[in-house]
């Protein structure tokens, strides 16, 4: 007997129309949202907390606290391994340190997986790592064509221009970014000592604007060790010594304030701290030099051979920052500083190869 196949027993075939999915059965789909750095550079993680950590790193840098800029970077790119602008924040934050070659180069790998902001910021912190001036100057020329009215990118441009000794351009940004946000902690600092370091001193600018970080800040002793620097700047010893012992008091670790009213005791005659009331009047030279060595040899005791450098990040000054006494306020001279990179000399902005500005710096209003 032979059977028939299968499919000619089967019934004829059912037809049944489709029914039309409503939109509220239909899956919905989340959209995706891309992070924005502060708020408004938009970037390539995805990762929330990524986005927070290296925001947290770079208020770190910001603020010159190595140690935090570069922990918080290594927490971002942990959390989101692709991420280029951490590796890129890592290394901006280790040139504070030891040079991170390896985030580095891993920023540079990731870099055509960056959103086109994200890639300018990213190409000008990777130049300022490569010490490549020409591509640098480039990228925040475009940075602050993209963003003129960003304080982040203008501070962060403003403290680069500053080690770069362009004081006069560096104390535009500042004080656009103290008329964006007239509380910004780091904006405050940093304009004092630029007020201090242009061409046309001017130290009554330069006290008034540290005075209202500290007012700002009021529990952080750098306020306090920065009005310091800027007194001693100026000539006013006395005042210097008491805003470094106000720092002390707020905290009594605070190594650069310790620095501080050890250097400017010796360059006043003063060799050992219980003395800070009775300055010897006009010490001579010799005198000087001799209590400096026994500051230096008491502090280097208690802290090590290596003087931290309040309030500025190592791998930018090629040599200790000298302090001598100056006239008073009302005869400043212009402070001269080293250049940030030994191997290369000061860099003109007037030069003939016309690397200068593609952009005006943004007008206070």
Not at 285 to 296: F, G, K, L, Q, W
Request: positive net charge.
């Amino acid at each position: 007997m032979c059977g028939c196949p299968l499919w000619a027993q089967s019934p004829a075939p059912h037809v049944q129309a489709a029914k039309a999915r409503s939109k509220s059965s239909a899956a919905k789909v989340a959209p995706i949202v891309r992070q924005q750095l502060f708020g408004s550079i938009p970037i390539s993680t995805r990762s929330e907390e990524a986005r927070k950590f290296v925001e947290i790193s770079l208020d770190k840098y910001e603020n010159h606290i190595v140690d935090g800029a570069v922990l918080n970077a290594r927490k971002a790119i942990n959390r989101d391994p692709q991420f280029a602008l951490g590796y890129a924040a890592l290394s901006l934050a280790s040139l504070g340190s030891i040079p991170d070659a390896a985030a580095l180069g891993r920023a540079k790998a990731l870099l055509p997986h960056t959103t086109p902001d994200e890639h300018l910021l990213i190409h000008w912190m990777t130049s300022i790592s490569d010490r490549d001036l020409l591509p640098a100057i480039t990228a925040m020329n475009d940075l602050l064509k993209r963003y003129p009215d960003n304080k982040h990118v203008l501070y962060i441009i403003a403290d680069w221009l500053y080690f770069q000794q362009d004081y006069e351009r560096s104390r535009q940004m500042l004080e656009t970014v103290r008329h964006l946000d007239p509380d910004f902690p780091p904006a405050l600092n940093l304009l004092g000592y630029s007020y201090i370091q242009t061409g046309t001193p001017d130290p009554e600018k330069a006290v008034a604007s540290v005075q209202r970080y500290a007012e700002v800040q009021p529990k952080s002793p750098n306020p306090q060790d920065s009005l310091g620097e800027i007194f001693r700047m100026a000539g006013d010893d006395q005042s210097s010594l008491e805003h470094y012992s106000a720092a002390l008091n707020i905290d009594p670790t605070y190594t650069p304030s310790h620095y501080g009213l050890g250097d400017t005791s010796a360059l006043m005659g003063i060799t050992s701290a219980p003395a800070l009331n009775t300055m010897t009047p006009s010490p001579s030279p010799a005198t000087r030099v001799i209590a400096r060595t026994a500051n230096s040899k008491r502090l280097s005791s208690i802290f090590g051979k290596d003087r931290p450098r309040k309030g500025m990040r190592l791998s930018m000054l090629s040599t200790k920052k000298r302090a001598v006494r100056r006239s008073p306020i009302r005869n400043l001279k212009s402070v001269s500083a080293a250049p940030c990179w030994p191997e290369m000399p000061p860099w003109n902005w007037n030069s003939s190869a016309r690397l200068s500005f593609g952009c005006k710096v943004p007008a206070t209003v």
